[in-house]
């Protein structure tokens, strides 16, 4: 396209960046006008290829911002492509419309939250996957093949996690994503790191193996022979079937492309405020708008500037294909098969529910940090190794790709400890701010790991993942609970968190008990002769001795009433409550227990009805006093005052030993609750 | 020394970390073989030099073991150092032993817990930079500084916050930092992303301008020979007067250096598993003992062994000095002066406490992630440059840093808005494993930001904060509070974190009011017309009209009977809690109000006393529903059988908008507290 019209639709859009903003009242203009250039370059320059009537169709070329806060540049822009309205572009921020402050998925073509720096380029990594494996056996140039933009500023490029994004680009060969690096020299309040040495973040991103061109981001000419790079500079026909496998696979890569096949990032050298002379590369005007005095003067600025002109994006050039649908197949789906009593470990039972759901739900993908063969993912990934992506110690970037391949239609499944995910909060808290519908098994929960110490232990998940909005958190006892409960997290729509246990628990439930998210399961005393762990089963895990000698000496004739508790636990304090409540029975206490397999929702209604009964309940939890189990039930309770709730759950900084020392010193084994129990009582 | 020597301790070191895992019967001898070359020749080929009479000496050069699974080579050095028995070593993994899995505080010559990869750099960094400090106005060559060398895994260089702390290192020129990359090509279950490939992590490095020798790793002619780089090949002569604001200024360091200043690194190909054939570069190998059959095996591959030899470690280089002790100068420090009702954020009171408390504590240093005009840091900053860091948007590189800097008796404070906190949650959780003493600041708590959005909005610090290991919270409502509480932090011990607001509030506190942690402020009815919010107060702040208008046309006669109810809140939610306590007092409804200034530890004396007295208790929070002020709360009170705890607390995705609108939105409000108040009085 011709520069002039080009430069015409800047002033468009960079009159509606300050126009929106001081309506505002508050915003970002400057660094949107750095930007706006290169934005409308790509935009109507022939480059972004777009289908507005199918913005999720996977033919479309993508766009993320991940400076988030040049918002203002992302709606003007689409105002100048004739999609949003002047009159719309002008309710930027304000409670009822869907231009918010950063871009959420309130804004339809929006593709994922930012505002958190440095998670852009992860969700471009995960789209860039997605994109290859949802348009597959299809013969392309690389020059037709949809394309994934990112724009970063150059203060978000000292984030680690824009480091794991690159790196792991480079590694699957993503040729169809190009980073667009904003250097426009000033962060918020002060110069970055680089300033203006573009040739600093170009030898960045080329040792990592990306291609790069360094161009000045205001100069028509250079930007759009930059666009050209990737687009038709790099082109060679080629046939491909691109499953996701060989994406993966280097051999079939080099033989298959015979471009270099590396992402490639543009590193322009911009002027934040550029277009309005008194904000120019000026300290003190980060996210600030023009005061109402001042915007006339900079509108004239701008010169004349064509209110009607609009932009044309054109449409991608392969054909429009809807995205692939999440498809059934029922008969597809093997039952679990395990026998009662059987010694399974759930994070083992989770890896296997992967691989048998994964037939009828061809969907489902497995991202894992490089733990896959102790988080158990490695079940899945040997049986569907083109589903399964190895996303290295790189925790972060996991998270954001997987926001990525959700955008596409697939189910993204990410696994690492249960304590490391703590290293993605910012990157979960924002997939649920963008609703993406991503799904986590965190392993190794709690102390009763054992050995490894502290630093492996997952004492904060249910806390983290609690306090994310939507979210729902799970924590199975058994491998039927755990098959049964990823199975649910498939189904279900948003962020879910399921949390397994290293060591092996004995299989207490059929193949065919149904585990509802937001249910709970009731063993009452009574049923302890049936399928339900009973001394036989200790026997087998070696702990009837053990609990025998404690028990002992204590007559069953010492029975004065009928004493009764409930005792919630979920996971390996389930295990510790079953042993409990056996020796309990034996000095004439009746525990009822409550398997609390869904912390989040919670079965409000069932706890509070066997709570309100029996009125002293215990809970029990291998996670920090804060934030866990116990709170959760508090809150049923919160307006119920007769019911009182005692606590077990860790308190001091554990460390390494056996699962039983540890579980004992914390106070969270059978024996702290068989004490907790007696006192309650008394 | 001589390398027969050296080869002869190393053989002492493989025996031990061969003898003591398998004594464990877990653990990771293999990531240990691998660099004990590498370390052997450190530390006793005359390169570390520690005086063990005083770990805590600036004087020592310190070394970390970032890939902590290495634990038994550290513990293995230490022993051929002869600071640990033969009996000892033998404890590795006890419940009672201080040799734990992962390096814990536990284990006296340990640095900081590590075991979640990737974060040993980032503590080298804040060590590096401390020593700068500590070490002030010392003429010394390069040589005799102390070093701060990091031993890191192949596997962890792809967690983006080793390239968080590579950069930062090179941005401060700390030549005194050392990398050494233990290249052993074997991550836990598959190749690394760079297998052998040694030159690719140099070019990494030299991009983020470091300096780099790629060597093998088992060659000691070759590694004494990179020791030597950073000790002598680039030590010029140099009257240094190395304050920390020199150590910032790149004139000063270009003028007083004549080397090249940058940090170091030593790319090292290696063996996993070297010394054990059968173990050597084996997949299936990670983080295995061996089995005792085997054992004897391994230890005759390794030939003779003298159990007996030990090494000797150099004292330093220069004299040996006692960290500078914390010093407290009373009279240095300043009162606060506000007056009451004068509208002042709490995020500014904290900057202004910071350079209030600076003078008298030399200690406190301020770190910010480039947005020290928003969390008010640059107050400190501003009195005291040569005692603030510009950590750049990098967070969890500048927490790592924080815990380096509290190793040598800083005191940090590191802020940033409470949302991005999260982005550093593995090494706030790792902080608080190694007992750092690290001081938290999150400004921009809650929806009350308004028109920014979500992403911006710090909805789950608390939260997370409350789910840290012996953690202290804090929720100060005025700038007094907020004052005396950030005195409090410098003088509290351990993991402490403040959220701020980003709007202002009324000062309704007196200048000479006290604030200790655990404490709370009891605010009745009663004192509403003194010192406290008056209807003075809602006038000025634009909201009386607003909460007149809803109160209209109900009669102060319309009182029965006397209604009470305990309203608990903090922050930003008892301005709210203030209005309503009034609009309340007009329908004859007495409210007590609680400012819950400190979430953690909660005064459970006075809130359990006031809430029994009262029953009805009433908490609000502009916080996520889970982990807040409100579950704090539902602790006190969970075996007290007669109090109805009522939780307000953010439920819905907040958007952008204006202040009122999202807590009116969320129910926070005063108009959603006069509502609960009134539903729990029916």
Redesign the interface.
Known sequence: MDNKILEKLAKVVRYYILLSTTT????HPTSSLSATDLMTVLMFGGFFRFDFAYPDSPANDRLIFSK?HASPLLYSLYLAAGVITPKEILTL???H?SL???P?P?FKYNEA??????QGLSVGVGMALALRARISNFEFRISNFPKVYVLLGD??M???????AV?LAS?YRLDNLVAIVDVNRL????E??YGWDTD?YS??F???GWDTVVIDGHDYDQITEAFKTPAFARATAGKQNSSIRQAQDKKFISQNYKGRNRPFAIIARTVKGKGVSFMENKDGWHGKPLPKDLLDKALNELGEVDLKLRGKVGKPNIQTRNPKPEILNKSKIRNPNYLIREMVATRKAYGKALERLGEGYPDIISLDA?????TYS?IFRKKYPDRFF?M???E??MVGAAVGLARYGYVPFVSTFA??M??A??QI??AA?GEANVKFCGSHAGVSIG??????MG??DI??F?????STVLYPFDAVSTEKLVGEMVKHKGISYMRTTRGETPVIYGNNEEFPIGGCKVHPLKTQNSELPTSRLLRQSGYEGRARLRGAGKSQNQRKKKRTVLIIAAGITLFEAFKAQQELEKEGIEATLIDCYSI?PIDEKTIKKYGMQIGRVVTVEDH?F???LG??V??IF??????????LAVSK?P????PE??LD?EDISFTAIIKKVKEVLQ
Do not use: C
Request: no cysteine.
């Open positions: 505002a009242g508050s915003g988030g921020r304000d409670f419309s918010e402050g950063h959420t309130r939250a930012t505002g958190s720096l440095g203060g978000e000292a984030e680690g996690s824009v480091w794991e790196n590694y962060g918020q309040s002060r970055t790191m600093s030898s960045k080329r040792s990592f490089e733990v896959n063969n102790s490695e190895e290295f110690i790189a972060q970037n304590a490391f703590t290293r909060f910012d808290r924002m701010l050995a490894d110490g502290p630093s492996q004492l904060e806390a983290m609690r306090a994310v909005h939507n989040k920090w804060e934030g866990g709170d959760a508090l809150n919160a307006t119920e005052p007769r019911v009182k709730i005692y606590k900084m460390r390494s030993g056996k020392e540890l010193y």
